[in-house]
């Protein structure tokens, strides 16, 4: 899979999602210009980069590697403006109850809005010949945020919201332009959410770039014979057994990823308690030499 321009990083809650984000855009930012764009509403990849947003634009964690913060409300604001080329009538409308009572009746219209922006800033990224990288909703949330270009188009059959639904579908679909990696861990549920999550974005969203990050991998550390000879050393014995479960368990979850069509790159189990700027920087080159790139 090659990654494209905008990469969307999502995944089921708990299974390192941010810290995908940060890994990869430290990775990318090796070699490029990279945006972390950060939807997460607890900045939790921002501040893995030990970036503070303060809500006044783009931070730098490094010369080559920005981080910012996107609000649903401050894209609502900049719609606006873009259509309403008076200012002082663009906020008078975002006061207004009028516009309250037609925003409540368009479920939606903020997650759009963000995939409207995310559009616009991976065209520039192109340009650019930068990388987008998104720190996105966990996948629940990210499929609703990925799926509301369809309503927007039952809803506004005709107009700028409906062209404006159109330009996102084909955006979502067009593997040069939109990426999906979805985090995993070695756990059966993680696993079937990831494949769910996986059909659900090709066979009714029509996305076909999708990746998976296998965090928290263990290769195996003992064979048959070691196992067998640890047994008699209890506390020994446990550990290794424990050990052995969870390199079963990374086989397990390889396997039934790539059976699903899904390519997979492999974090290891760093087995510390925090991850600094070193250990992120590690695997972001992990990420970003396990999937190829377009240039």
Known sequence: MKLARLVFVTGKGGTGKSTVSAALAL??????????ADLDQKLSAARLLGVELNGSGPARASSRLEVMALDSRRELEAFLERIVPLKA?????????????VSAALPGLDAFLMLERLRLMAGESARQGR?????????????????????VKGIAPLGTLNRLASEVESFLADPARFCVLLTVTPEEMAIREAIETAVHLREKLGISSIGAVLNGAVPPLFDAAELAALSAI????????????????????????????????ELPM?????????????????????????T
């Open 27 to 36: 990775g990318l930012a090796r070699g490029y210009d990279v945006t972390l």
């Open 89 to 101: 009538i663009s906020r008078r409308m975002l006061r207004s109850r009028t516009f309250g009572y």
């Open 234 to 265: 209890e506390e020994h014995a446990r550990l290794a057994l424990r050990r052995d479960a969870l390199a079963r368990h990374t086989a397990n979850a390889r396997e039934q990823l790539a059976a699903g069509g899904v390519q997979v790159v």
């Open 131 to 151: 990388y987008l990288v998104v720190d996105a909703p966990a996948s629940g949330n990210a499929l609703e945020m990925l799926s509301v270009a369809r309503g």
């Open 270 to 294: 760093l087995f510390r308690p925090a991850l600094g700027k070193a250990e992120l920087r590690s695997l972001g080159l992990r990420l970003a030499e396990g999937f190829t790139r377009h």
